[in-house]
């Protein structure tokens, strides 16, 4: 029998190439917080000041702060590695048009569709479109990866919780037992 984690008896298992067909969608929904916009600042390097400066924002084209392009990027990129295809997926290319900012609050969910698959190397060409809770589109394009040939199906990952410290006060700003849940679809791990 399986360890028990804190998260339960959970895994995240990929699609084959094999099992994937023309027109199959996946999707996943992230709220935008001011410690996503600080840690993707932090981790990305990216310290733009439209991103994580309220005054000069203010100035800015769009009046207040945004979040960075590559966040919804991201989301896309988790999105091909963890549900569609899933782990084992090799990232070959993205194209990416962000069509209108995301703001602070916005609930962002992105969708990849599979609209080709070359058998030879087992690529898929996947359409790919973020839009925010008002259905207004944020970011579209086109991704590029070479799906498992192999199902994998393993213990889902036990990331560790993240604090940023401002001005001496920490905060919990990543609680991966929260994440973990809404990383869907999981399994049971089987006895």
């Not at 991704?143 to 498992?148: C, G, T």
């Not at 919780?161 to 001005?167: D, E, G, T």
Request: net charge negative.
């Amino acid at each position: 029998m399986p360890a028990t984690t804190w998260w339960g008896d959970r895994v995240i298992e990929n699609r084959t190439y094999e099992e994937i067909a023309v027109g199959d969608q996946a999707s996943l929904t992230r709220l935008l917080t001011v410690e996503d916009i600080q840690l993707f600042a932090l981790v990305s390097g990216d310290m733009n000041p439209a991103h994580l400066d309220a005054d000069y924002a203010a100035e800015s084209r769009f009046h207040h702060v945004i979040a960075h392009g590559m966040w919804s990027g991201a989301l896309i990129s988790a999105l091909l590695g963890t549900r569609l295809p899933g782990p084992g997926t090799i990232y070959l290319g993205q194209s990416l048009s962000f069509t209108a900012p995301v703001s602070l609050g916005d609930s962002v969910t992105v969708s990849v569709t599979v609209v080709e698959k070359t058998d030879a190397h087992r690529h898929l060409r996947l359409a790919c479109r973020g839009v925010n809770q008002d259905g207004v589109e944020v970011v579209t394009g086109e991704a590029l990866v070479m799906a498992p040939r192999d199902k994998v199906r393993r213990p889902a990952p036990d990331l560790p919780a993240v604090y940023l410290r401002h001005r001496g006060i920490d905060r919990l700003v990543f609680d991966n037992a929260a994440f973990m849940l809404s990383l869907a679809p999981y399994r049971p791990v089987a006895e």
